[in-house]
């Protein structure tokens, strides 16, 4: 019987042990890779959950109480007035139930305005930190990890009155933070859904959707910086940000969306900037109403 019949079963053992580890450390690899992705996401949705909740804390019907009648005649509406009459009679929650920036505060101070866009999981608080991107990897609690916050970087004011802003948030894969904006390459989508609005503390705006394309890596601001001591740092807005993005977005992308007439560097633009297939994709917003909460009139009943 001999002497290679017992080597030739000792390799195979050999062979089956070697398979055997190799199999337990790919499914240990499997599983914690596995481990640490159901991990973030359920970071994630917490964080998500977090924001619902905010929500539903911090927003609240307005209270409006009635001028006392002169007996003089009303004045004509202005232009604005009729814009947000029109404007209330399709969209009047998004007039009459507005945020407690008390409470937006109470959980981030940094948060100065909030954003929502109809019938999409975009309904997020705005923050901006000393510390540039520092909201790309910090969620609004400080914790570290996706999804983060809506946030914009050091060259835009937070009062919202730049010419030309830019508002990043994350592409979740869920459609939490900007991950809802791909719905805008759907024409029907467009079509119904124009305008999204910006709420500071004294007021609601109003932007309509006015291009809707992928855009470069480069940011859009590029021309705005200049380097000082060896870094970029901005510089101030030159008037043209506006016509210089749309010639961008018209190279990257040829069959972007672009609203005629396309706005220009005299028109205030607001920019929701998000990452994807390598590039950035962009929901561009023109400003086309921005009243005063004390002109809102009272809702119905």
């Not at 232009?79 to 139930?97: K, Q």
Request: proline share 6%; charged share 30%; aromatic share 12%.
């Amino acid at each position: 019987m001999g002497y290679t019949t017992w080597e030739a079963v000792e390799r195979k053992r050999k062979r089956r042990r070697i398979l055997l580890i190799l199999l337990l450390i790919l499914l240990l690899a499997a599983a914690g890779v596995g481990g640490y992705w159901y991990y973030n996401k359920w970071k994630a949705d917490k964080q998500q959950q977090k924001y619902e909740d905010l929500k539903k804390s911090a927003f609240h019907e307005i209270s409006v109480t009635p001028e006392p009648a002169t007996g003089t005649p009303t004045p004509m509406p202005t232009e604005e007035e009729m814009i947000l009459a029109a404007m209330m009679e399709e969209y009047e929650e998004f007039f009459t139930i507005l945020p407690d920036f008390d409470i937006l505060h109470g959980e981030n101070e940094d948060v100065f305005s909030y954003i929502a866009v109809p019938d999409t999981i975009i309904d997020y608080p705005i923050l901006k930190s000393e510390k540039e991107d520092y909201y790309l990897k910090y969620n609004i609690d400080h914790t570290k990890g996706y999804p983060g916050c809506l946030y914009i970087q050091n060259c835009n004011s937070s009062d919202m009155e730049d010419p030309f802003t830019i508002i990043y948030g994350h592409n979740m894969k869920s459609g939490a933070m900007f991950g809802s904006l791909k719905n805008y390459k759907d024409e029907d989508f467009r079509n119904t859904h124009p305008y999204f609005f910006i709420y500071m503390e004294d007021r609601v705006m109003v932007y309509e959707v006015v291009i809707v394309s992928h855009a470069p890596t480069e940011h859009l601001l590029s021309e705005d910086y200049v380097k000082k001591n060896g870094k970029w740092v901005f510089d101030k807005f030159d008037g043209h940000e506006t016509s210089r993005m749309i010639e961008k977005l018209r190279e990257e992308d040829d069959k972007g969306f672009f609203a005629s007439p396309e706005p220009t560097d005299d028109d205030t633009v607001l920019v929701l900037s998000t990452c994807g297939d390598g590039r950035r994709f962009v929901v561009v917003g023109k400003r086309v109403l921005s009243v005063p909460i004390e002109a809102i009139p009272a809702p119905k009943d």
